[in-house]
């Protein structure tokens, strides 16, 4: 031990060269953006191989629960389409083909979650070249998962929703009012439904949903449901605690949502009333 401790003595000034290179990395990547895009999407590519690599060992042993769990969806699709059928002097009417012709859907396989940090992200196996773009959301059967945050040609990296800087346009599905959930770091089941105003009447099991307020996710997609309601420290809104539906903790697949028209949308804040 002491020669260990006496190696290290002697590469002492090697090893204060390495911290500070790394410290002045990370200030050069952290606070300069073009620096900072470069960096991440090198070490999105990469660190994407090796997780790749590893799933593909390790998926062996969940191909069964995998399985199941892809039976268990199609047998409720199945009943689902079951309960759609028609009698033969019926009409059906298609109601949900603004949705279809404003969005499109793709899937994608979780190779790394991460749980335990503030800012928690989640890699996908799919990229540019599976037409995995920037922004998009990202779901699961359960609910809101994040949204893409980097993509490169064969992989992509998603902010969690477990992620205290993301916010997801939400509202009550009983009442229709509108706020943000937010997860606040602790818990990775449950999140905060924030700016709902005090005098808006909220029961613990309200159901959650996301509003559609935005170009990122369709109306109605399932956050969570109300856990606990108080009165927040900000006189004008609400304490809500939610319960998350998606369960982060045994992310397998997912879905990744783009708005056709989310340019068009994001066009009208250009504009600038003239004076």
């Given at each position: 031990?002491?020669?260990?401790?006496?190696?290290?003595?002697?590469?002492?000034?090697?090893?204060?060269?390495?911290?500070?290179?790394?410290?002045?990395?990370?200030?050069?990547?952290?606070?300069?953006?073009?620096?900072?895009?470069?960096?991440?999407?090198?070490?999105?590519?990469?660190?994407?191989?090796?997780?790749?690599?590893?799933?593909?060992?390790?998926?062996?042993?969940?191909?069964?629960?995998?399985?199941?769990?892809?039976?268990?969806?199609?047998?409720?699709?199945?009943?689902?389409?079951?309960?759609?059928?028609?009698?033969?002097?019926?009409?059906?009417?298609?109601?949900?083909?603004?949705?279809?012709?404003?969005?499109?859907?793709?899937?994608?396989?979780?190779?790394?979650?991460?749980?335990?940090?503030?800012?928690?992200?989640?890699?996908?196996?799919?990229?540019?070249?599976?037409?995995?773009?920037?922004?998009?959301?990202?779901?699961?059967?359960?609910?809101?998962?994040?949204?893409?945050?980097?993509?490169?040609?064969?992989?992509?990296?998603?902010?969690?929703?477990?992620?205290?800087?993301?916010l997801i346009s939400?509202?009550?599905?009983?009442?229709?009012?509108?706020?943000?959930?937010?997860w606040d770091g602790?818990?990775?089941?449950?999140?905060?439904?924030?700016?709902?105003?005090?005098?808006?009447?909220?029961?613990?099991?309200?159901?959650?949903?996301?509003?559609?307020?935005?170009?990122?996710?369709?109306?109605?997609?399932?956050?969570?449901?109300?856990?606990?309601?108080?009165?927040?420290?900000?006189?004008?809104?609400?304490?809500?605690?939610?319960?998350?539906?998606?369960?982060?903790?045994?992310?397998?697949?997912?879905?990744?949502?783009?708005?056709?028209?989310?340019?068009?949308?994001?066009?009208?804040?250009?504009?600038?009333?003239?004076?």
């Amino acid at each position: 031990m002491q020669r260990i401790l006496l190696f290290l003595y002697s590469i002492r000034a090697f090893l204060l060269f390495v911290a500070l290179e790394a410290v002045a990395l990370w200030l050069v990547v952290t606070y300069n953006s073009p620096q900072g895009a470069v960096f991440f999407n090198s070490s999105n590519a990469l660190t994407g191989s090796l997780l790749s690599t590893k799933d593909g060992f390790t998926s062996y042993f969940t191909l069964g629960e995998a399985n199941d769990e892809l039976a268990r969806k199609n047998a409720e699709l199945m009943d689902i389409l079951a309960a759609q059928s028609f009698p033969k002097d019926s009409i059906y009417i298609q109601v949900d083909s603004i949705m279809q012709a404003n969005y499109q859907f793709k899937g994608a396989k979780v190779i790394n979650n991460s749980l335990h940090l503030r800012t928690n992200h989640i890699t996908l196996n799919k990229g540019s070249e599976d037409g995995i773009k920037v922004g998009m959301g990202v779901f699961n059967g359960e609910g809101i998962v994040g949204r893409v945050k980097g993509v490169t040609k064969h992989y992509a990296s998603v902010i969690s929703l477990l992620h205290t800087d993301l916010l997801i346009s939400s509202k009550i599905k009983s009442t229709e009012v509108f706020g943000s959930t937010q997860w606040d770091g602790k818990n990775a089941k449950f999140a905060k439904l924030r700016y709902v105003p005090r005098h808006v009447e909220v029961a613990k099991g309200d159901t959650v949903v996301t509003s559609g307020y935005n170009a990122v996710f369709p109306e109605g997609i399932l956050v969570g449901t109300v856990d606990s309601v108080g009165v927040g420290t900000e006189t004008n809104y609400l304490d809500i605690t939610l319960e998350l539906a998606a369960d982060f903790s045994s992310l397998t697949y997912v879905y990744l949502v783009e708005n056709n028209r989310k340019e068009e949308l994001d066009s009208l804040s250009q504009f600038i009333p003239i004076p």
